[in-house]
């Protein structure tokens, strides 16, 4: 059930006021003389006790809370029920995806990310997927005008303003006061409020700036409370600073229910959306999307972060990733130049630095490759950020094949943990990964040998990294002989009878 929730007048604060001795009248200011009676003298101090507006919500809230058992009575584990979760889709599947199945009515969504990446343009094709199935979307925007709004929805849907009737729901209000918004919201009782962003926000009664940690603390727990009174989803947008936190720092995590990052290289079109809290559904999925010029695209297809026209190269080698319920297949590449020794840098972008580090310390004790005095740079195609250990092995080969100059055959891939011993360790849901990189193609897929027995002829097992330069160098000794058996035919035949 949708709607405004009844207040309560729990949550009170003390106000002074005058009341008159002669005829009962109230004044909010002490006077010598009676506004109402003129007699002097009469006005005398009394204390009441007025329910704020915050402290409202709050205590509608507390009732939300209290509508599953009551606040001060334990309940039985097995008593408690499930309060059935209405959820609003936001028609873009690879955001449901993330949120776990669409918008929880009544939760708060905080969205973060740098400035530039493409938040706003989301939050725009949210509102108007959402606004087509009818139902009412507030877009408050504390950072551009309404018609620059306007002119990011022609951009996003061009013609949008023939079907009139479809985004008859959709309301843009550009102001920075959240008085105005909390306004709006009561007069219009929308399904879904944007604020865009909770940065230039602010609330007229505080005595601090837009953007200053006491202002956004304040401003998001207004909006966590107006999300419960009013029964509505709320997206609220947060820039990040330079070092990556949310800005004001970490003070709005807790108070909301999902946290999302907005993720991805500015100068690359591929734009990523991670859980990193979400009380309704897994963190664990991401959805993917692309900039393009007419906004983002939802990019399904797991082939995005290869480039199949690729010859084979030395450092770059394919691995099946998992993200959440789904596995890509994405090219990791390695550098490896001469650097000074002692200091040597080891650069990471799209995978984990200190486990870049560690491996070249493995890679150097047991491996026997000396990287002391080399320079190794490392990184993800396409800019996925690949988190998980099972990587290491493809990280490894793209390290050595960078080093000796040796490119892994065509057709190649490779999966799994390495450990401090050198040793090549299992990985979650091995098949899945061996059954994306066949569909990719791949006919020859290294995995760890403790996890050989499940998988098929094209798995190929690896025990230790010690092993992975000699099948480097074999199958390098291979190619070349096949390179050189088929350039002697090819001088042959253009010799003359
Ligand atoms: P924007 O959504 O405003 O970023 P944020 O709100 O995170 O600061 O837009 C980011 C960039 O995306 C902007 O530089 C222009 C570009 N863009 C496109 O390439 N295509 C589009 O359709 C739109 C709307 C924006
Ligand atoms: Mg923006």
């Given at each position: 059930?949708?709607?405004?929730?009844?207040?309560?007048?729990?949550?009170?604060?003390?106000?002074?006021?005058?009341?008159?001795?002669?005829?009962?009248?109230?004044?909010?200011?002490?006077?010598?003389?009676?506004?109402?009676?003129?007699?002097?003298?009469?006005?005398?101090?009394?204390?009441?006790?007025?329910?704020?507006?915050?402290?409202?919500?709050?205590?509608?809230?507390?009732?939300?809370?209290?509508?599953?058992?009551?606040?001060?009575?334990?309940?039985?584990?097995?008593?408690?029920?499930?309060?059935?979760?209405?959820?609003?889709?936001?028609?873009?599947?690879?955001?449901?995806?993330?949120?776990?199945?669409?918008?929880?009515?009544?939760?708060?969504?905080?969205?973060?990310?740098?400035?530039?990446?493409?938040?706003?343009?989301?939050?725009?094709?949210?509102?108007?997927?959402?606004?087509?199935?009818?139902?009412?979307?507030?877009?408050?925007?504390?950072?551009?005008?309404?018609?620059?709004?306007?002119?990011?929805?022609?951009?996003?849907?061009?013609?949008?303003?023939?079907?009139?009737?479809?985004?008859?729901?959709?309301?843009?209000?550009?102001?920075?006061?959240?008085?105005?918004?909390?306004?709006?919201?009561?007069?219009?009782?929308?399904?879904?409020?944007?604020?865009?962003?909770?940065?230039?926000?602010?609330?007229?009664?505080?005595?601090?700036?837009?953007?200053?940690?006491?202002?956004?603390?304040?401003?998001?727990?207004?909006?966590?409370?107006?999300?419960?009174?009013?029964?509505?989803?709320?997206?609220?947008?947060?820039?990040?600073?330079?070092?990556?936190?949310?800005?004001?720092?970490?003070?709005?995590?807790?108070?909301?229910?999902?946290?999302?990052?907005?993720?991805?290289?500015?100068?690359?079109?591929?734009?990523?959306?991670?859980?990193?809290?979400?009380?309704?559904?897994?963190?664990?999925?991401?959805?993917?999307?692309?900039?393009?010029?007419?906004?983002?695209?939802?990019?399904?297809?797991?082939?995005?972060?290869?480039?199949?026209?690729?010859?084979?190269?030395a450092g770059?080698v394919?691995?099946?990733?998992?993200?959440?319920?789904?596995?890509?297949?994405?090219?990791i590449q390695a550098l490896v130049a001469q650097g000074t020794y002692g200091q040597a840098k080891r650069r990471a972008t799209g995978v984990d630095g200190s486990r870049l580090t560690m491996l070249a310390a493995v890679l150097e004790q047991h491996a026997s490759i000396q990287l002391i005095d080399q320079d190794i740079y490392a990184g993800s195609?396409?800019?996925?950020?690949l988190?998980?250990p099972?990587i290491d092995l493809a990280l490894c080969m793209a390290v050595i094949g960078a080093h000796l100059?040796?490119?892994?055959?065509?057709?190649?891939?490779a999966?799994g943990e390495i450990g401090l011993g050198g040793e090549v360790?299992?990985?979650?849901?091995?098949?899945?990964?061996?059954?994306?990189?066949?569909?990719?193609?791949?006919?020859?897929?290294?995995?760890?040998?403790?996890?050989?027995?499940?998988?098929?002829?094209?798995?190929?097992?690896?025990?230790s990294i010690a092993?992975l330069t000699?099948?480097l160098?074999?199958?390098?000794?291979?190619?070349?002989?096949?390179?050189?058996?088929?350039?002697?035919?090819?001088?042959?035949?253009?010799?003359?009878?």
């Amino acid at each position: 059930m949708r709607g405004k929730v009844p207040r309560m007048t729990t949550g009170k604060k003390p106000k002074t006021s005058y009341r008159c001795k002669n005829c009962e009248h109230q004044s909010p200011r002490w006077a010598g003389k009676c506004p109402s009676c003129n007699e002097w003298d009469t006005l005398e101090e009394c204390i009441t006790r007025v329910a704020t507006k915050t402290s409202n919500a709050a205590a509608v809230f507390a009732e939300s809370i209290a509508e599953q058992g009551s606040m001060h009575e334990a309940a039985s584990l097995l008593e408690i029920k499930a309060p059935a979760i209405a959820r609003i889709s936001t028609g873009i599947e690879e955001f449901n995806r993330v949120l776990g199945g669409g918008l929880v009515v009544g939760s708060v969504v905080l969205l973060g990310g740098d400035p530039g990446i493409g938040k706003s343009t989301l939050m725009m094709q949210v509102a108007m997927q959402v606004a087509q199935r009818g139902e009412r979307v507030l877009y408050a925007t504390s950072e551009e005008s309404a018609y620059q709004c306007k002119m990011r929805a022609e951009r996003l849907c061009g013609g949008f303003e023939q079907s009139k009737e479809t985004y008859s729901g959709l309301k843009i209000l550009a102001d920075t006061d959240l008085a105005n918004i909390q306004r709006l919201v009561e007069s219009n009782e929308p399904s879904l409020l944007i604020v865009d962003s909770i940065q230039m926000v602010h609330r007229g009664d505080l005595d601090a700036s837009p953007g200053s940690v006491k202002q956004i603390r304040r401003c998001c727990l207004e909006l966590v409370y107006l999300a419960r009174e009013y029964n509505m989803a709320v997206i609220v947008v947060g820039h990040v600073t330079k070092d990556g936190q949310l800005a004001g720092p970490r003070v709005l995590e807790h108070m909301v229910d999902v946290l999302l990052s907005f993720e991805g290289d500015r100068h690359h079109g591929l734009r990523s959306v991670r859980g990193v809290k979400n009380r309704f559904g897994t963190t664990l999925e991401i959805g993917l999307f692309e900039m393009t010029q007419s906004g983002l695209k939802e990019v399904g297809d797991a082939a995005a972060f290869l480039d199949p026209d690729m010859p084979p190269r030395a450092g770059a080698v394919a691995c099946p990733a998992m993200h959440g319920s789904r596995c890509f297949v994405v090219e990791i590449q390695a550098l490896v130049a001469q650097g000074t020794y002692g200091q040597a840098k080891r650069r990471a972008t799209g995978v984990d630095g200190s486990r870049l580090t560690m491996l070249a310390a493995v890679l150097e004790q047991h491996a026997s490759i000396q990287l002391i005095d080399q320079d190794i740079y490392a990184g993800s195609v396409g800019g996925l950020r690949l988190v998980e250990p099972a990587i290491d092995l493809a990280l490894c080969m793209a390290v050595i094949g960078a080093h000796l100059g040796h490119p892994l055959p065509a057709g190649w891939c490779a999966i799994g943990e390495i450990g401090l011993g050198g040793e090549v360790r299992g990985v979650p849901h091995i098949e899945q990964r061996v059954a994306q990189a066949k569909r990719r193609g791949y006919t020859t897929i290294l995995v760890p040998i403790t996890q050989i027995d499940k998988l098929g002829q094209e798995a190929v097992p690896v025990a230790s990294i010690a092993d992975l330069t000699g099948l480097l160098e074999k199958n390098n000794d291979n190619n070349e002989g096949e390179k050189m058996l088929s350039d002697d035919k090819k001088m042959e035949d253009s010799l003359p009878c």
